[in-house]
């Protein structure tokens, strides 16, 4: 249940209700692909870098260990050890991403996986089933995300079917819930907005959606390919067309800037691997910009990331260790640095949500968009 | 200062006092090759796996990122943040295992690194300049480890080589602790017992450097190619001839039966990459015997690697979660295994110093020395 407790302009700060915890939104999700953040990081490391809900990917969960295995197991809170909300995305972004081999049809999509290469069918009841298995507390529709820039026909064929798919993943995951052996007999259903860069198509795709009364709606299909101005045109343009007493997602976005855009024009939940896929690199974020570690200038520089930064990282170690850590290629130097970002994510988002409450959200983001997303 | 508390048979329990705090004895030093435990560990995790004694390596942080470096930025405790006993090998042991193109003299060793290639000369001089620099609680004398067999001859000449290099270890060191910008003016030396396998070589090499009067005495040498049992069986022929108010050192050993047994034979500190080397392969240790987590068998076993084991892993993650980071290639498989690993190897010379002050040390061993070791 989405409660929106306060508007500035579009922006607004909210709060999300469901079986395995409330959600303070404006909020980041942090990608546990397989079951587990990248970096070596535990679901017990989570609450201590400020983490609300956990985002795990149904497509790599269903080639390995297997979606029937984790429902075996209790589900995906058992497995992985997080008691807090966790979002399964469909496994479309995946399908269309990293399988092999795809063949779209009516029905759904055949593919090869990237794993085994054996074949896979994969359609909105299955991806429904496999998410039901997983017993994630929010499920994914399955869609098609089309590469940008995409052929107009193409885009508009392709959300048109991404509508019917919805309406079927709604009527299988209806019919999942109320089985006796579910593992979340409460799973959520958000509907996901698709048309590429077209405004026409994105914003009917949106009227479409809007009338099924989903838990909540995603953006989907944007950052893969397009310039952010025309992301951030086409969040805005949709915008009004989505229920405002609904929770809003825009998936895989991205920067600590582009998610200012995102919260400016309405959005209340993102998700994306650039904190911790950066991190791996030594590429880490500051209040001031984003540092590389692997520089030559922290040799011998004993303070931490961040003057000031709570996190266990820079709570315990200096430049001058992460660095030395990276060169000796030293696992540690993964999970110190993905450590810190997930928790700069984390911490944006609370001081985000702090200047809503206080009325100061436009200020906010007006001194930090384009400062936190250089390179210094 | 060595205090023996308590004698079972040659057995002992023992107190290791430093300026980094106390060692209660017979000790596992965790191996922290370049100033990190291999598998995401950082030091602020060891308090609470038992560890007492990091081990660092002299060799390591030498070539990278450099003992210079480390001297500058206040020695090895506060750059890795672990504020309780170091000890640093003398780099020998890298020098003769990992090293290029080495050509040993009576001054020391020239060889080429194995990061980059680059000319090194490492004397006994040299060895505890670096090992002064990075500031740690004891360092260990400069050796020359023979791979067994070796020739009668080699093996003599070497020892007597060593011992020569020993005193000028103890010359050195004296000069280094005096000096006013050193980082640890209480630095602290041990000599290593050579000889190879010749048990008359062992003991006049025992005899000869237990008149250095130093603050312990390592049985090197050992545990590089020769039969356990002539390992088990040198270690009794010198055992007599070291001093009783020394604390003493199996260096590089080795398995939980190894350990029992060398606590048996009078030693109170160990080291040992295998603990967490096996673990990065998903080989663990229980008290019923090492299992393999990629074993089919756990793929659905939500028990945890041990039933009753108190490590952080096992009081968090089941086998099936854990089966299924490996084959998922999870950094965070390595640092829960690494974490218990360390955490059995501690607590099982916590037991051993128990069953020493209860005086049933002789029947703990009996029971475990070939369990532990068993692939169950």
């Keep these: 249940m989405f409660k929106l407790i306060k508007n500035e302009g579009t922006a607004r700060r909210g709060e999300f209700t469901t079986v395995h915890g409330t959600v303070q939104t404006p909020a ?209 343009a949709v915008e009004p067309y989505m229920p405002k007493d609904k929770i809003r997602y825009l998936m895989g976005v991205g920067t600590p800037g582009n998610i200012l855009e995102g919260v400016s024009r309405g959005i209340d939940l993102f998700d994306c691997v650039m904190p911790s896929r950066n991190a791996r690199h030594g590429h880490l974020f500051t209040n001031m910009g984003i540092i590389n570690i692997n520089n030559e200038k922290y040799r011998n520089d004993m303070s931490p990331i961040e003057e000031g930064c709570l996190c266990p990282t820079c709570q315990r170690h200096s430049k001058a260790y992460i660095r030395h850590l990276f060169k000796a290629k030293e696992m540690l130097a993964m999970r110190l640095c993905v450590t810190h970002n997930l928790y700069f994510y984390n911490m944006l988002m609370l001081k985000i949500r702090e200047a809503l409450d206080n009325g100061n959200f436009i200020e906010f983001k007006n001194k930090y968009t384009d400062l936190l997303d250089t390179r210094i």
């Design 28 to 236: 980041f999700m942090n990608v546990a692909t397989a079951g587990a953040i990248k970096g070596a990081l535990s679901s017990y490391d989570l609450k201590e870098i400020g983490c609300q809900v956990q985002l795990c990917n149904t497509y790599h969960l269903h080639v390995r260990p297997g979606d029937d295995l984790i429902k075996q197991l209790g589900g995906l809170h058992k497995f992985t050890g997080w008691d807090g909300p966790i979002l399964t995305d469909s496994g479309g972004f995946q399908v269309f991403s990293l399988a092999k081999l795809r063949k779209i049809r009516e029905e759904g999509v055949d593919f090869n996986s990237h794993v085994d290469g054996r074949h896979i069918f994969m359609g909105p009841e299955e991806s429904m089933q496999i998410q039901s298995n997983l017993g994630s507390t929010i499920a994914m529709a399955f869609d098609e995300c089309v590469e940008n820039p995409a052929e107009y026909s193409y885009a508009k064929q392709s959300s048109e079917r991404t509508v019917r798919w919805l309406k079927r993943c709604k009527t299988e995951i209806k019919r999942l819930n109320a089985l006796p052996d579910t593992v979340n007999k409460n799973q959520l259903l958000f509907g996901i907005n698709q048309g590429a860069t077209y405004e026409d198509l994105r914003i009917d795709n949106m009227k479409r959606i809007s009338e099924l009364e989903l838990d909540g709606y995603a953006v989907g299909g944007l950052a893969v390919g397009e310039p952010k101005e025309e992301m951030y045109y086409i969040i805005s």
